[in-house]
């Protein structure tokens, strides 16, 4: 889905459903759920559409993800071995694209607080996958 066909479709429902917000603080996570329930319900049609429509040709390997997934699964592992507000910061910052300046807001903290946790997050999480990777190698020579 293009960014401003979400964008659009976001602030075309939150108009629409403005008499449900409670809180006028609560507006950006207000925004986010919307667009959070766009995507799923846009890909959960572009699933159903492809499963609706098989081509005989077409051979889906399942096997072709499984090293991606599996680096999936550890970095949600070890994202889970961090503190609450590094783990948020990360995940505001790296996956979902967040700018500091917005991560303040959402955090209720200081921007050099912001930089700390995603730097000291950074650092742990180097520790973490950089430890089960050369215990994984370990495991595999012995």
Known sequence: MEYQDLMNDTLLIAFEKL????????FLSFLIGISVRILANNNKKKKED???KPDSFDRIDVNANTER???????????ALLPDSQRE???????????IKEIVEIQHVSESAVKQRLKRGRVKLMEILTFESAYKKEANNG
């Open 69 to 79: 997934d599996a680096e999936i699964y550890l970095l949600h592992q070890a994202l």
């Open 19 to 26: 008499d449900q917000l409670q809180n006028e603080n609560a």
């Open 50 to 52: 492809s499963i609706a």
């Open 89 to 99: 910061c990360i995940i505001l910052f790296e996956i979902s694209g967040f700018s």
